[in-house]
């Protein structure tokens, strides 16, 4: 009796969690009383259970009840996902927790798991602008799960759509800025076909060259040269006018930096 899942509802009432969300806690315990869920073979139940604590763990991080959620996590592994394919690890980068997102790291959760709709807690980070968390993420390895063709997608919307702290969530997590859509058309070349330098100039603080080429052979160099763009060119001048004309030098003059750092 004493590893009973269904028993955990009081050891939560004993640590005085119930004082602190009371409908919460009668709903949870309503849930797992339901005669349906009893009639079931332990197979079932070990199935159904698991997912119906991991539900309510996510709500725990939802309203950062900390107290509910160490006991809960306590009755089912930390990665168990729920009936959507999300995990508290998700929740707490969705909703921005840092506080959170460092508790469950610390209590082992991983930082690479996907939901239903492919969603890393990375991706969920970076979607919702949360800078704090995408930069946690980063320390412990977080990933994306995202093929280089739709990264560059979403760089070249966040450009359309003048959207800084979105790219700048793109950056901290560790992307290649020079990523392309399936044009081969890259974030500075979308920077360079709306005339806008204040794009052009952040994009260059976060790495991304205008050398990339395109699948018609243009670079974002090309493009300033040929519509007369001076503010744009003077931005790129001399480093990606004169000194790398591709990126192919400039690839070789960063790995020689590296080289020397090393």
């Not at 079932?44 to 900390?66: H, M, Q, R, T, Y």
């Not at 991983?110 to 239903?116: F, I």
């Not at 060259?209 to 300033?224: F, I, K, Q, S, Y």
Request: hydrophobic residues 40%; negative net charge; glycine residues 6%.
């Amino acid at each position: 009796m004493e590893n009973d899942p269904l028993l955990f509802v009081t050891n939560i009432q004993v640590l005085g969690a119930k004082t602190r969300n009371r409908d919460f806690l009668f709903w949870l315990g309503e849930l797992l009383k339901l005669n349906w869920l009893k009639k079931n073979n332990p197979e079932v139940k070990g199935d159904i259970i698991p997912k119906l604590i991991i539900a309510f763990a996510c709500e725990c991080v939802e309203i950062n009840d900390f107290v509910s959620l160490q006991e809960l996590l306590e009755r089912v592994d930390i990665d168990t996902a729920g009936y959507d394919g999300s995990s508290p690890i998700h929740r707490a980068c969705e909703k921005g927790n840092v506080g959170m997102l460092k508790y469950l790291l610390s209590k082992g959760a991983s930082c690479n798991l996907s939901d239903r709709n492919g969603n890393t807690p990375m991706t969920l980070a970076i979607k919702k602008r949360h800078l704090d968390t995408v930069m946690q993420l980063q320390k412990f390895g977080g990933s994306i799960y995202l093929d280089s063709v739709r990264i560059g997608m979403e760089l070249n919307k966040a450009v359309l759509d003048r959207d800084y702290l979105m790219l700048k969530a793109w950056h901290h997590a560790g992307v290649d800025m020079d990523q392309a859509d399936y044009n081969g058309r890259t974030a500075m070349h979308t920077a360079v076909r709306n005339r806008d330098p204040g794009m052009v100039s952040k994009l260059l603080e976060y790495g991304a060259t205008p050398l990339e080429l395109d699948v018609w052979g243009w670079t974002a160099v090309d493009e300033a040269k040929k519509h007369h763009l001076t503010d744009i060119l003077m931005l790129f001048h001399p480093l990606f006018t004169e000194k790398f004309t591709n990126s192919h030098l400039y690839q070789l003059y960063k790995e020689s930096l590296e080289a020397g750092l090393e």
